[in-house]
């Protein structure tokens, strides 16, 4: 097997002879590879609009299948795989490992490659991908023989046409650019798989029956309005492929990478950011700092969560400072954590051991259970359970609205689960601080206190964040806090922002130093936000969350509080 990459940076298209057939194929760009695989009756001009964003970080390796495209037509009484020849392209372009993503009849290949081959695989992308055993819809299936016999009894101009009106295809055809593009490429589809004798051979062993053989980080979206085989399939995928993440794609087909390419080709970056170099050990995008948790361990994205919204080994929680919001709606199932009822004291000082033990319980959460934490202070409750050590607490990477805006399943009564037993273990101490600690800190050079606040909050002009003062209470900040900004943490949807985009909003706090990280805010929540990014998705060590914050700090008669 070959470990070294031939660097390739013109798109002129290659052709690699294999038994048989010939590979017509191009490559783009420069740095770890990834193959893009087109679907049934098209070619690799598909994935032109993915081509180009990608080729400035990646190799982009593209191709016509054998018997597709200018692939042309193939030997009848030779044997072959499509996976085959997939790996076989790969030997020839020496690449050791790649990531391969597929749509449609590209997905099966790319799927079949990764369990004949998986070391071979460094990610999987499956785009609205075809899962054999599980049944087309009525339609979809009727249409699709219905191309066959066209070409069969007609020849292969009707094949052609009546494929273009599948019903694969509908969202596409309302979009004139793309429908002509589907329509030049089908026009170039030699037909054979219909009129002629295909000797393919499946190798290795049907997906549906390996899916959680997959051990690969694998991505999964589908179209909304694709048909509802395909969005079966593409769920079936979600369920059973061990830590998939998953994606519906709004106002898409079946040609999601064609329809929505923006879409798509955020997503792809934000799966590709978190992927190692398959020919290194270090993060696929950047060689800057190390990334030692995968993205996708700790956020879950809309469609993930809504594929697994029902099953009872997951607990969705929302965090906020009342109940209002949840009352009016929330995540189907979903249980409140109350900051002020449940997870702080009157005194603002965090609940106490027995307290939290009863909220658990209560939540119906045991310790084998995974939360999907969202809502105004996510991160205080992933940190909550953190604290006591629980394994799997992940939070949603949108927004409470965006939730809600791309169809995900609401409700306005209370959950109520049935309850647990949870044993509560000892805090962990490496990621809490209290104010005996905080003080400690101030003015040690080994230790950087944050304040993740507003400026007004941190100048001591309000010491509430709605503005308000506290009776009793002092405004301004910790001597030697340096401020930390964090508004600009989330995209329009909600999600968090790139790895690279995150570091340069915590400039301030060093993310790649080695140095102790204090945040605070005013209740926690922010903080809690902080000592996330930081931990979770910069990798940075070191990092606690002083929860009693300035609520706590700013009511203590002998705490040593500045201003400008």
């Known amino acids: 097997m070959a470990t070294t990459q031939t660097r390739i940076t013109a798109d002129a298209t290659s052709v690699l002879a294999v038994p048989g057939a010939r590979l017509a194929y191009q490559v783009t760009g420069d740095g770890p590879a990834v193959v893009l695989v087109h679907g049934f009756g098209l070619d690799m001009r598909m994935w032109e609009p993915q081509v180009n964003h990608l080729a400035a970080r990646f190799r982009v390796v593209r191709y016509d299948c054998r018997g597709f495209g200018a692939s042309g037509p193939f030997g009848p009484s030779i044997p072959y795989a499509h996976a085959g020849d997939l790996l076989a392209l790969l030997d020839h372009l020496g690449i050791g490992r790649a990531v391969l993503a597929g749509l449609s009849f590209g997905g099966r290949v790319v799927m079949q490659a990764a369990l004949a081959a998986p070391e071979r695989v ?5 785009l609205g991908a ?3 055993g599980v049944p087309w819809d009525t339609g979809s299936a009727a249409a699709l023989a219905e191309a066959a016999s066209q070409a069969q009894a007609h020849g292969l101009l009707a094949g052609r046409a009546a494929w273009l009106a599948h019903p694969l295809f509908a969202a596409a055809r309302q979009r004139p650019a793309v429908a002509s593009a589907l329509a030049e490429m089908v026009a170039g589809y030699p037909g054979q798989h219909w009129t002629g004798h295909d000797p393919h051979q499946d190798s290795g062993p049907r997906p549906l029956d390996a899916l959680e053989e997959l051990a690969t980080p694998v991505l999964v979206a589908v179209g909304e309005q694709d048909v509802p085989g395909f969005r079966e399939m593409s769920a079936v995928l979600a369920r059973r492929i061990p830590g998939a993440r998953y994606q519906v794609v709004a106002g898409a087909g079946h040609m999601i990478n064609m329809e929505q390419p923006a ?9 590709l950011d978190q992927l190692e170099d398959p020919m290194n050990t270090t993060p696929l995008t950047s060689r800057h700092a190390p990334e030692p948790t995968s993205r996708t361990s700790v956020l879950v994205d809309s469609g993930w969560l809504a594929a697994r919204l029902h099953d009872p080994a997951i607990r969705v929680v929302e965090v906020d400072v009342s109940s209002g919001a949840y009352d009016q709606w929330h995540i189907d199932g979903a249980v409140l954590w109350n900051v002020y009822a449940d997870l702080k004291d009157a005194g603002y000082r965090l609940a106490d051991a027995a ?10 959460i045991s310790p084998d259970t995974t939360v999907v934490c969202y809502g105004y202070a996510p991160a205080l409750g992933m940190w909550l359970m953190k604290l006591y050590g629980h394994r799997d607490v992940r939070i949603l990477d949108c927004s409470r609205d965006t939730w809600r805006a791309e169809g995900g399943a609401c409700g306005s009564a209370a959950a109520e689960p049935a309850a647990t037993r949870y044993p509560l273990g000892a805090p962990d101490g ?11 800190a101030i003015g040690d050079p080994g230790t950087t206190i944050l304040d993740v606040r507003s400026g007004e909050e941190f100048r001591g002009e309000r010491f509430w964040p709605s503005g308000g003062m506290e009776p009793g209470g002092r405004a301004g900040h910790v001597p030697s806090a340096v401020r930390q900004p964090i508004d600009d943490l989330y995209d329009p949807r909600g999600a968090f922002r790139s790895p690279d985009r995150l570091r340069e909003i915590f400039s301030a706090a060093g993310p790649g130093g080695a140095g102790e990280l204090i945040t605070y805010c005013t209740i926690g929540g922010r903080a809690s936000t902080a000592w996330f990014v930081l931990t979770y998705l910069l990798g940075r060590d070191n990092v606690r969350v002083y929860d009693g914050s300035w609520a706590e700090w700013g009511r203590m008669a002998d705490t040593p509080v500045e201003q400008p």
């Open 122 to 126: 460094a990610g999987l992308v499956l």
């Open 130 to 132: 075809v899962l054999d």
């Open 355 to 364: 307290a939290v033990e009863r909220l658990f319980t209560r939540s119906g």
């Open 263 to 271: 879409v798509v080709n955020d997503l792809l970056d934000g799966f």
């Open 430 to 440: 490496r990621i809490r601080a209290d104010h005996t600690a905080v003080r400690d």
